[in-house]
């Protein structure tokens, strides 16, 4: 059902196009540092109500709302509901995950910054 590849893009899209609003007018490092965790965060409030009023429901189609309740429960048996299970783990994990890519992106830019600009 292409689930996943929908989440991705929205949740892509949930970081790139504030951090790319706020970098476009602060264009320094420190612009694009601010612009990144601002993307993070963003994405991973975002991550919310986009897994369970979108997402989620169609996992729901797929397997049992109970089965993948119980999966967050093996980790956590006191979440009783998917909300506190995604507000447990899928908010942070979204957060980290980003501030990850954003860390790749910080120690990588410098080397592809001539070829992104056309330059080789």
Do not use: W
Not at 21 to 46: D, E, H
Not at 69 to 92: H, I, K, R, W
């Amino acid at each position: 059902m292409a689930v996943g590849e929908l989440s991705n893009f929205l949740m892509g899209v949930m970081y790139v196009v504030p951090a790319g609003l706020i970098y476009q007018k602060i264009k320094t490092r420190k612009g694009a540092l601010i612009a990144a965790l601002i993307g993070c965060a963003v994405s991973a409030i975002y991550s919310l109500p986009h897994n369970y009023y979108l997402i989620y429901p169609l996992y729901g189609k797929l397997m049992p709302m109970e089965a993948i309740l119980g999966m967050y429960q093996t980790l956590n048996p006191s979440c009783d509901n998917l909300f506190e299970a995604l507000l447990t783990f899928n908010v942070p994990f979204t957060f980290a995950k980003e501030v990850l890519t954003a860390a790749i992106a910080f120690l990588i830019y410098k080397k592809l910054s001539p070829m992104l600009h056309g330059r080789k």
